[in-house]
């Protein structure tokens, strides 16, 4: 079966850092579109950054310049470099898999990210 497999939240500070990754299996990772989304609390669901299969990359205007999405293909493997981290960055991030062509999409179970002093 398809698993999404978040690691690498935890608590950080105002202005610190994480890598957070996910890995894929149980499906063709290179050719999904890859994804980061969050939750913060009393909000709903949104995009953070997305990677296609051929590396072409989107940001969310609030995330720009701050996070980085990568993926390594042969690791199924997608990550989420955060840096000068903002207490409203502060959510449960999800991984997420698309693949467009069927409307096949995927998510994983998320992993907190804290920002507090």
């Known amino acids: 079966q398809v698993q999404l497999v978040e690691s690498g939240g935890g608590l950080v500070q105002p202005g610190g850092s994480l890598r957070l990754s996910c890995v894929a299996s149980g499906i063709t990772f290179s050719i999904y579109t890859m994804g980061w989304y969050r939750r913060a609390p009393g909000k709903e669901r949104e995009l953070v950054a997305t990677?296609?299969?051929?590396?072409?990359?989107n940001y969310a205007d609030p995330v720009k310049g701050r996070f980085t999405i990568s993926r390594d293909n042969a690791k199924k493997t997608v990550y989420l470099e955060i840096s000068n981290l903002k207490p409203e960055d502060a959510a449960v991030y999800y991984c997420?898999?698309?693949?467009?062509?069927?409307?096949?999409?995927?998510w994983g179970q998320g992993t907190q990210v804290t920002v507090s002093s």
């Open positions: 990677i296609s299969g051929g590396g072409s990359r």
């Open positions: 997420n898999a698309q693949f467009s062509r069927t409307a096949t999409t995927y």
